[in-house]
């Protein structure tokens, strides 16, 4: 069986948007509030990884707006994953990550994906 991590902002409108279409399809997973327990480095390398760092990174919120043109410019592959550690709100949400179940956890077995559609949930889970 696969764990479903759905990690973001519990206030989030894409959130609940995305938790009320898994709860509808019957989906369980566990959520995961970046206020509460922020990321890692080591796991946003992992997850920058799987879905390229331009994606993880969300340019459309308020703490990305706050950071200065300059500060903006200098954001690179190289330190992503430094910044959304120290800001986890610039993390594009809703985050999923799907684990399948085994004795040796595999990163390679990790799947990573950022942002909610209806459609692209549906692909994902098969519904």
Aim: aromatic share 8%; charged share 20%; hydrophobic share 40%.
């Amino acid at each position: 069986m696969t764990h479903i991590q759905m990690h973001g902002i519990s206030n989030c409108d894409s959130i609940k948007k995305a938790k009320q279409w898994l709860k509808a399809a019957g989906i369980e997973f566990s959520f995961r509030d970046y206020k509460k327990h922020p990321p890692s480095v080591l796991e946003l390398q992992t997850w920058s990884l799987q879905v390229g760092w331009e994606l993880l990174l969300n340019k459309r919120g308020t703490t990305w707006r706050k950071l200065s043109a300059a500060q903006q410019e200098a954001v690179s592959e190289s330190n992503i994953c430094e910044l959304l550690a120290q800001n986890p709100s610039m993390i594009k949400r809703p985050l999923l990550t799907l684990q399948p179940a085994s004795e040796n956890q595999d990163e390679l077995a990790l799947q990573v994906f950022c942002g909610f559609k209806p459609e692209q949930y549906a692909i994902i889970f098969k519904r």
